[in-house]
């Protein structure tokens, strides 16, 4: 098969071939996804809210597109939405920021053979010497995203650890289970935030599957 354009929405419905390949893993895939995305500590809308937040951290259009759907269907405003995409946008951000540390022990040539330690977290605030406008610009846009505001902090927080484990940050996923945490989330929440996160990371991969079958069938 041939085709100019990588991404179509109807390339989504091929995803049912897998089912065919691989039919044990893409039951007990499905079977955990839907799990996982179901009502428990969180709400559905919650969970796909953090889905959304997830799916444009992974960057996948199916996911996104999916998930959007789910949220509106959950009866989330399109503010709520908008939300939840800002904090995964300076989670994102944040995440590259974060992982800056490392490069300034690097470019320090630090003596320390241990790569990530939460001290290292400190050398943050030199960034406000080294590009003072940017880190306090960037520093702004991350207390607006992350404040109450149609979603509580305490929401957005989960949305923040799950985008976290996402990217993979140490820093922010040691930043945000705090601050979840604080906000009152139990751990039986954030479990399920990481939960929801790890089937969207997980389903992302799976969904590409479809342009794999394109590519295969050329």
């Not at 428990?40 to 959007?68: F, M, N, W």
């Not at 944040?94 to 330690?117: C, I, P, Q, R, W």
């Not at 010497?129 to 404040?147: S, W």
């Not at 902090?153 to 923040?160: F, G, Q, R, S």
């Amino acid at each position: 098969m041939s085709q100019a354009s990588l991404y179509k929405k109807s390339y989504f419905d091929l995803l049912g071939e897998f089912g065919e390949l691989a039919p044990d893993a893409f039951k007990a895939f499905v079977t955990f996804d839907k799990k996982a995305l179901a009502a428990g500590e969180l709400t559905v809308k919650l969970k796909e809210l953090i889905a959304v937040a997830v799916a444009h951290t992974t960057g996948c259009p199916y996911c996104i597109d999916v998930h959007t759907k789910a949220v509106k269907k959950a009866e989330a405003t399109k503010e709520e939405v908008a939300e939840a995409v800002m904090v995964a946008t300076a989670l994102k951000a944040g995440s590259a920021l974060a992982h800056g540390v490392n490069a300034l022990n690097t470019y320090d040539e630090s003596a320390d053979d241990e790569l990530y330690k939460a001290e290292y977290f400190k050398r943050l605030g030199e960034f406000s010497k080294l590009n003072g406008d940017c880190f306090e610009a960037f520093i702004n846009f991350d207390q607006q995203a992350l404040k109450a505001g149609l979603l509580s902090v305490k929401e957005k927080e989960l949305i923040a650890v799950a985008v976290a484990h996402t990217t993979g940050c140490p820093y922010c996923i040691d930043l945000h289970t705090k601050n979840a945490k604080k906000a009152d989330a139990s751990k039986e929440e954030i479990a399920e935030a990481i939960l929801v996160a790890t089937a969207l990371k997980a389903g992302s991969a799976l969904a590409h599957g479809v342009n794999a079958l394109l590519a295969y069938d050329k």
